[in-house]
C-alpha cells in the first residue's frame, strides 16, 4: 500500500515535469486517495500537487494544497521544507492580488533560509519578494498614467521591488548563476521603466538581451528586443526603437507565434507615424489587420483600423480613412468598447464633414449631446438633461391614470425618486396620524375626519387630495387582519413544553421529560446547557487529523496525532509569521469591495493598450514646449489669456 502511493506520487512528478498537469495531477489525487502515513511523502505530494494545480491557473485549489504541505512541514519541524511551502504560499497570494499576505510568507521564507545559511533559498525568497511588490505596484498605478507619474504608493511598491531585485542580483551573481541574473535583470527593467528611469531600464535589458543570446533562449530574446524599443520610445530615439521592433518580428516569425507578430507590425506601426513616413505605418497595420482577422481578434481588428484611418488621414486619402474609421465604429460597437466607440464617431464626423457629405443619423451620439435635424443642416447641440426625440414616439409609455396601476405620469414623478424619497416618508405619515385620529374619534364617538391633520374641521366643500399622497388603505380591517397573523407566527415560534398543547410541534418524550425535569430542578438546567454548549463547541473545533491523504493505523495513530496537536497547541517563535498573516487579514476586507469597473478589452494582437496612449500624450507635452508664445499686441478678446 505504502508503496502504491509513493510510485503514484512519483508518475504523477514525471508527467509534470513533462508539462503533462492535468495527468500529474489525477496520479496525485489517486496517490492521496490511497493514503500514507510518512508525514515527509505526503508533504511533497502536496507540494507537487500546488504546484501542477498553480501552472493549471487553478489558484484556489493550489493555495490549498500549499496550505497543507505548509501545516505539514511545521508539524514535522521541517524548515527546509517549511520555507519552500512559505515561497510557493507566496506566489499563489501574489496571482490572487493579497499582496500583503504574500509579502509575509516571502519574509518568512527569506528568515528561515538566512537562519539556514541557505543562499539559493534566500536569491528564490528576494526574487519572490521583488515580485510581490512589482505586481502590487502595477495593479495600483497601470491606469493610464504616464511611466513616473504614478502614486506616490504604486511608487514605494515599485522602488522597493527594485531593492529586492538588486539584492537578488548580488547573490546569484555570487554563485555565478547566470539563468537567475538574466530574469532578474529583466524584471529590473521593466520596474525601473515604470519608474521612469529609462535610461536604467535600456541599460538593464541590455543585459538581459546578452545572456538570453547565452542560452539561446529566443523567446527571452524576444521579449528583451521589446522592451528595450518600448525604452527607447519614451527616450525619443524612434528610429533605434524601430529597429529593435523589427528584431522583435524576427524573432516571431522565428518561434511562430502570430499574436507576437501582430504586436509587433502593431509596435512598428505606430512607430513610423511618430516619425511621420505614414505609407510604411500603413503597410504595417495592414499585416497587423491580416493577422487579427485569421486569428479572429475582433478588437485587434478595431485596433488596426483605427490605425489606418488615422495613417490615410494623415496622407490626405480622406475616402480611405472614412472606410477605416466607419469599420473602427462598427466593431467597437461590436465588442462593446465605449471609449472606442466615441472616439470612432468622432473621426467618422469629421471625416464626413470634410468630404463634404450629409451627416447620418447612425452616428448620433448616444448620450443626447447632438440632434441631427434635417439634410444638410449642421448639428445643433442640446444640453444632456434634455430627452431625446426618438423618446417621443413612444406612445406605450404615455398610459393614462385609470388604465396604469402604478405611480402618476413622468412629468408629475420626479425622476430620481426612491423608495425612501421624502414624498414617500411624508405621506405614510401622513396616513397613520390620520389613521391615529380616527380611532380616536371612533372612541369619543365621533366619526372620522378625512381631513388632513392639522386642519381644525372638516372643510365645508371637498377638497382635491394632494397627488403626491396616496390613498389610504381604508379599512381598518385589514391591520386587524394583520395583527392576527403576526399573531399566529409568534405562536408557531414559541417552545411548548406541554405534549398536549395543540399546534406546536411535540418533542420526543425522552427530550420532554429531560425539558421538564431541568424547569424543576434549575440546577439540573444549567448542567444540561452546558453540556450542550460544549457539545456545540467540540462540533466546532478543527480536526487536525483532518490533512487528506493522511492514513493512521491504531500503533501509529497516538504518536502522529501528538506531532500534530503539539504543533498546533505549542506557542513557538515561529507563530511570530502568523500574527503576521492575521494582521494581513484585514487585506481580504478589500476583497469584499465593490469592484472598480473593468478594464478596456485587450485582444491577443495588441500590445499593452496604454503604451501608444501614453507615447502621443508624451509627445503633446514636447509639442506645447516648441509652441511660439504670440506677441503683446493687442488681441480679439477671445483670444486674449485668462
Known amino acids: 500500500m505504502e508503496a502504491s502511493c509513493l510510485e503514484l506520487a512519483l508518475e504523477g512528478e514525471r508527467l509534470c515535469k513533462s508539462g503533462d498537469y492535468r495527468a500529474g495531477v489525477s496520479f496525485f489525487e489517486s496517490a492521496i486517495q490511497v493514503g500514507t502515513e510518512d508525514l515527509q511523502i505526503l508533504s511533497a505530494i502536496y507540494s507537487q500537487l500546488g504546484n501542477a494545480y498553480f501552472h493549471l491557473q487553478d489558484y484556489t485549489k493550489a493555495l490549498e494544497f ?8 511545521r508539524t514535522i519541524r521541517d524548515q527546509l521544507g517549511e520555507a519552500k511551502a512559505s515561497g510557493n504560499l507566496g506566489n499563489t497570494l501574489k496571482v490572487l492580488g493579497r499582496y500583503d499576505e504574500a ?119 524576444r521579449r528583451a528586443y521589446c522592451n528595450l524599443g518600448n525604452a527607447f520610445i519614451f527616450l525619443g530615439q524612434f528610429e533605434v526603437a524601430a ?161 396604469s396601476p402604478g405611480p402618476p405620469d413622468e412629468e408629475e414623478t420626479s425622476p430620481k425618486q426612491t423608495k425612501t424619497s421624502p414624498i414617500a416618508k411624508t405621506s405614510s405619515k401622513l396616513f397613520f396620524i390620520t389613521r391615529f385620529k380616527s380611532k380616536k374619534q371612533k372612541s369619543g364617538g365621533g366619526s372620522p375626519s378625512k381631513s388632513l391633520p392639522g386642519q381644525g374641521s372638516p372643510p365645508s366643500s371637498p377638497q382635491p387630495e394632494p397627488k403626491d399622497t396616496p390613498e389610504p388603505l381604508g379599512d381598518e380591517g385589514f391591520f386587524d387582519l394583520l395583527s392576527r397573523f403576526q399573531g399566529n407566527r409568534m405562536d408557531d415560534q414559541r417552545c411548548s413544553l406541554d405534549s398536549r398543547s395543540s399546534g406546536a410541534s411535540t418533542p420526543s418524550p425522552s427530550v420532554a421529560n429531560r425539558l421538564l425535569e431541568a424547569s424543576a430542578q434549575p440546577g439540573h438546567f444549567l448542567d444540561l446547557l452546558a453540556t450542550s454548549q460544549s457539545r456545540r463547541l467540540d462540533e466546532q473545533r478543527v480536526s487536525v487529523g483532518g490533512l487528506p491523504g493522511l492514513r493512521l493505523d491504531k500503533s501509529g495513530s497516538q504518536s502522529v496525532l501528538s506531532q500534530l496537536i503539539a504543533s498546533a497547541d505549542g506557542k513557538e517563535p515561529e507563530e511570530d509569521f502568523f500574527d503576521m498573516l492575521i494582521k494581513c487579514q484585514g487585506s481580504r476586507l478589500d476583497d469584499q469591495r465593490c469592484a472598480a469597473p473593468p478594464p478596456a478589452p485587450r485582444g491577443p494582437t495588441v500590445p499593452d493598450e496604454d503604451f501608444f496612449s501614453l507615447v502621443l500624450r508624451s509627445q503633446a507635452k514636447r509639442m506645447d514646449e516648441q509652441r511660439v508664445i504670440l506677441p503683446s499686441d493687442p488681441a480679439p478678446a477671445h483670444l486674449n489669456p485668462d
Open 66 to 73: 500549499h496550505r497543507h504541505d505548509l501545516t505539514l512541514t
Open 243 to 403: 529597429e529593435h521592433y523589427k528584431r522583435t518580428l524576427q524573432l516571431a516569425r522565428q518561434l511562430r507565434d502570430r499574436a507576437v507578430e501582430a504586436q509587433a507590425c502593431y509596435s512598428l506601426g505606430n512607430t513610423y507615424t511618430l516619425l511621420q513616413d505614414y505609407e510604411r505605418a500603413i503597410d504595417y497595420h495592414l499585416k497587423h489587420l491580416v493577422i487579427a482577422q485569421d486569428l479572429k481578434d475582433r478588437i485587434g481588428e478595431g485596433r488596426a483600423c483605427w490605425s489606418l484611418a488615422n495613417a490615410h488621414t494623415a496622407l490626405g486619402n480622406h475616402e480611405q480613412a472614412l472606410h477605416f474609421a466607419e469599420k473602427h465604429l462598427e466593431i467597437s460597437k461590436e465588442v462593446g468598447d465605449r471609449s472606442g466607440e466615441l472616439t470612432a464617431r468622432m473621426n467618422v464626423s469629421d471625416l464626413q464633414l470634410v468630404l463634404g457629405l450629409r451627416l447620418n443619423d447612425s452616428i448620433t451620439s448616444t448620450d443626447g449631446l447632438y440632434t441631427h435635424t434635417s439634410a444638410g443642416s449642421s448639428p445643433q447641440v442640446r444640453p444632456r438633461t434634455g430627452r431625446r426625440l426618438s423618446m417621443e414616439n413612444m406612445e406605450l409609455m404615455k398610459l393614462s391614470r385609470d388604465k
Open 103 to 221: 509579502a509575509a510568507c516571502c519574509q518568512r521564507h527569506l528568515d528561515i533560509s538566512r537562519m539556514l545559511h541557505d543562499k539559493v533559498g534566500q536569491a528564490r525568497a528576494l526574487y519572490n519578494y521583488g515580485n510581490v511588490y512589482h505586481a502590487k505596484g502595477k495593479n495600483i498605478c497601470w491606469s493610464g498614467v504616464d511611466p513616473g507619474d504614478f502614486p506616490e504608493e504604486a511608487r514605494a511598491a515599485l522602488k522597493k521591488a527594485s531593492q529586492y531585485y538588486e539584492a537578488n542580483l548580488s547573490i546569484v551573481k555570487e554563485l555565478g548563476d547566470r539563468a537567475a541574473q538574466g530574469r532578474t535583470y529583466g524584471n529590473l527593467g521593466n520596474t525601473q521603466y515604470l519608474l521612469g528611469s529609462f535610461q536604467n531600464a535600456v541599460l538593464a535589458h541590455e543585459q538581459r538581451l546578452l545572456i538570453a543570446k547565452e542560452f539561446g533562449d529566443r523567446a527571452a530574446e
